[in-house]
């Protein structure tokens, strides 16, 4: 099973932007295919894009169509989420996870620590 570590949140203000990093480590990671998921209080955790192994595939939530970008490096076991015009409903934890190819379903039924955004209007 591959590790993976969240990093890159904080605080910005609306329409401002972030880059989230998912750091890999253990298995090879171009054998997985990759999503970012959030979780905002008191709301279920949500997909919000995915990529596959090799990254010529990508999907989004039409929440952050057109103002997400899910890229990978396998060269740099990194997973990127860079997020621009930022709302305050993007406000949340997110996490990256291994999903099953070619759907949004998590691979594994456990999560790291995710990293906070937070949005302020």
């Known amino acids: 099973q591959v590790q993976l570590v969240e990093s890159g949140g904080g605080l910005v203000q609306a329409g401002g932007s972030l880059r989230l990093s998912c750091a890999a480590s253990?298995?090879?990671?171009?054998?997985?295919?990759i999503g970012w998921f959030r979780q905002a209080p008191g709301k279920e955790r949500e997909v919000v894009a995915t990529?596959?192994?090799?990254?010529?595939?990508?999907k989004y939530a039409d929440s952050v169509k057109g103002r997400f970008t899910i890229s990978r490096d396998n060269a740099k076991n990194t997973v990127w989420l860079q997020m621009n015009s930022l709302k305050p409903e993007d406000t949340a934890v997110y996490y990256c996870?291994?999903?099953?190819?070619?759907?949004?379903?998590?691979?594994?039924?456990?999560w790291g620590q995710g990293t906070q955004v937070t949005v302020s209007s």
């Open positions: 990529i596959s192994q090799y990254g010529s595939s990508t």
């Open positions: 253990g298995r090879t990671f171009s054998n997985y295919a």
């Open positions: 996870t291994a999903v099953v190819p070619g759907t949004t379903r998590p691979r594994y039924d456990s």
